[in-house]
Structure formats: C-alpha cells, structure tokens
C-alpha cells in the first residue's frame, strides 16, 4: 500500500527530478530501494511488465509535471498552437511560433513511435536499482559531454557583437515581428527538422530507467549548436506533449481496480509533484542563463556509483 507520506515524499522528488537533468525515474526507483522496508517494495513492484498500483501512481506525477509545464509556460503554447493551425491553412511558415510548433511535432515522432512500443518492456528489464544506478552514472557522462559541447557553442566576443547589430537591424527594420514570437525564442526557431528529429531521438533514451529525458534533450540540443538556455527551454517544451501522451495512454492505470485503496494518496502526490515541477523550472529557466551542467553530471556519477556499490 501506499502512504500519504510516502505519496508526498516521492512527488516533490518526481516534480524536481523530471526537469533536473537527473532522471526522475531512476529516482522514483532508487530512492525507494535507499530507504528500505516497505519504501523497497515499491520499487521491486515497478519492474512488474504487467503494471502495478506504483506504476499507476507514476503515471499520475508524470501526468501533473506535464499540467505544471503547460501553466508555466501558457503563452508560449498559446502562440504554438495559434502558429500550428494558422499554418494548417495557409501552409507556411512565417513566425517564430510556426516554426516552433512544427520542429516540436517532428522532434516528438521518434518518443510517440518508440514509447508506446518499447517503455513497458524497458521498465520491466532496466528497472531494478541497479540498472538505474548504471544508468544514472551513465547519464552524468552524457552531461558531461554536453558540457564539452556547450563550451564548443560558445561564440567569440566578436561574434557576439555581430549577433548584437544584426539583432538591433532586425528590430529596427521589423518591429512588427515582436507580436509573432519572442525575440529570445529565434534560435530555437532556426533549428532544421534534422535537428529536431536528431533531439527526439535523444529523448528516447530517457526509456531507460536512470536517464533523464531533460538532460538527454538539453544535450541533444547542444550537439545541435543551441546555446544553454535555449537547449533547456527547447527540452521544456518538448517534454510537454511526450510526458502528457504517455500520461493519457495510461489513464486506464489510475482508474482501474489496481488504484482502489490508494487513489486519495496519488492524488496528494501529483498535487506536490506538479507544484514542485513548476518550481524547478522556474528556477532552471534562470539557472541555465548563467551556469553550466557540470553540477548535475557530478551528482549524477556520485549518486549513480554509490548506488552501483549498494546493489550490486
């Protein structure tokens, strides 16, 4: 059974971990199997193909870390969604926003062909503690690496100059633009649909248990020449409709006989879980501006080859 506390403990770790670099799965497993005791058992009913009541209950934080992504970022999906059926009917794409709609719908083909296929049986191999603790170290490499890729992105300060002037020109000649899309948001909007199918196949690789499919993204979008904080927001916002549809795919789990009993504390979790995910990417979208990946990469390794040690 599941507690209230348990319920409580688990969401807020669920809403941080899920846009943290640091793969909120490997921690729904791992910290569970940490704790101990009847904290152990949740974690060895997830690796059940057949689906559990604690599986039920992740499919209900994902669903409200998704809800919590949709009401921080309303605007810009507002714009998204405006953008995808204006070009619907004129067939072009003229703003920042149409641009944007159609890099996410194509970055999200690979996760909405592969999930559906692959996530049960992935879950159900990978995701004892000690497969989540290889795969947790194995995902601080990866931001290791976006790291290195980051520091290949960062432009001279000539190049920054350049990029000042040709952005001044471009306000001066089309100050009409500022109401299609957000000026921070033109990068993002130069992708090519290579690159978005290139950071959707990155996204998959958060299937397995302790790879995170933010971190993934963000530096699917480093290798894709994005700045960080342009890699983060793109990574935000690809996430939304790939944790939702997954979500609704298992609406069955939350209302069905495996959650009768324990529905009051799934509903105490995804309430935390979505606050505490609103929190974390408010406070990412700020941290990215500035700061690096290299904190999570470490606390990755760390985690992950203690862990390694402890189940092994």
């Not at 403990?9 to 940490?34: D, N």
Request: glycine share 10%; proline share 5%; with cysteine.
């Amino acid at each position: 059974m599941l507690t209230y506390f348990q319920a409580t403990v688990i969401g807020a770790v669920q809403g941080v971990t899920e846009l943290f670099p640091i793969s909120s799965l490997g921690h729904s497993v791992l910290v569970a199997a940490w704790l101990g005791d009847d904290w152990k058992k949740l974690a060895v009913q997830s690796e059940s193909i057949t689906g559990t009541p604690y599986l039920a209950f992740v499919v209900a934080l994902h669903v409200a870390t998704a809800m919590a992504l949709l009401g921080y970022y309303w605007r810009d999906w507002c714009a998204i969604g405006a953008g995808f059926i204006t070009t619907l009917r004129t067939r072009r794409l003229d703003t920042v926003p149409q641009r944007l709609a159609w890099l996410i719908v194509i970055a999200t083909v690979p996760v909405g062909v592969l999930g559906p296929l692959l996530e049960h049986p992935l879950h159900a191999l990978f995701a004892a503690p000690a497969y989540a603790s290889i795969f947790l170290t194995l995902n601080g490499v990866v931001l290791i690496v976006g790291e290195g890729l980051r520091r290949r992105n960062e432009p001279s300060l000539a190049e920054y100059g350049r990029r000042f002037a040709r952005r001044e020109a471009r306000e001066c000649v089309l100050p009409a633009e500022a109401e299609t899309g957000r000026q921070s948001d033109r990068p993002l909007a130069a992708l090519g649909a290579v690159d978005a199918i290139g950071i959707g196949f990155a996204q998959v690789g958060a299937l397995l248990t302790g790879f995170s499919r933010a971190g993934l993204t963000m530096v699917g979008g480093l290798w894709r020449g994005l700045e960080r904080e342009h890699a983060a927001k793109f990574a935000f916002l690809l996430a939304t409709p790939a944790i939702l549809g997954a979500g609704v795919l298992e609406i069955p789990e939350l209302v069905g006989p495996k959650t009768d009993g324990i529905r009051g504390p799934v509903l105490v979790g995804a309430i935390v879980s979505g606050v505490s995910s609103w929190l974390a990417v408010r406070f990412l979208e700020r941290y990215f501006h500035t700061r690096t990946l290299l904190p999570f990469a470490v606390y990755c390794l760390v985690a992950g080859l203690l862990s390694i040690v402890r189940f092994s």
